[in-house]
Nanobody, 124 residues
Framework: QVQLVESGGGLVQAGGSLRLSCTASGRTFSTYSMGWFRQAPGKEREFVATCTWSGGIIYSDSVKGRFTISRDNAKNTVYLQMNSLKPEDTAVYYC??????????????????WGQGTQVTVSS
């Protein structure tokens, strides 16, 4: 069992930056691929970025070039640095973990563990 706790959300003006953190419990963090997803009101949960257990990184087209995902296995933590934020980035951001199994890294249903979410609000 893995427990995930996000932090770092808040209110920021358009063009600003925020850094989200997600810390996991347990001793096997390095064996999980860690993803960030977001969900805006009335919309489905959407993929943002993932960092695989082997260090591979994938971004959604909507955040590529503005967001950076990274992980620190010694701290059991994955980060999402968000720059040049836009009002359309407003959502609840969730981190998620999945094991080393086949499947889509972009699909929420492929992830086994989820954090409680942290609100990011970007004002125009």
């Amino acid at each position: 069992q893995v427990q995930l706790v996000e932090s770092g959300g808040g209110l920021v003006q358009a063009g600003g930056s925020l850094r989200l953190s997600c810390t996991a419990s347990g001793r096997t963090f390095s064996t999980y691929s860690m993803g960030w997803f977001r969900q805006a009101p009335g919309k489905e949960r959407e993929f943002v970025a993932t960092c695989t257990w082997s260090g591979g990184i994938i971004y959604s087209d909507s955040v590529k070039g503005r967001f950076t995902i990274s992980r620190d296995n010694a701290k059991n933590t994955v980060y999402l640095q968000m720059n040049s934020l836009k009002p359309e980035d407003t959502a609840v951001y969730y981190c998620a973990a999945r094991g080393r199994v086949p499947g889509s890294l972009r699909a929420p249903y492929e992830y086994d563990y989820w954090g409680q979410g942290t609100q990011v609000t970007v004002s125009s």
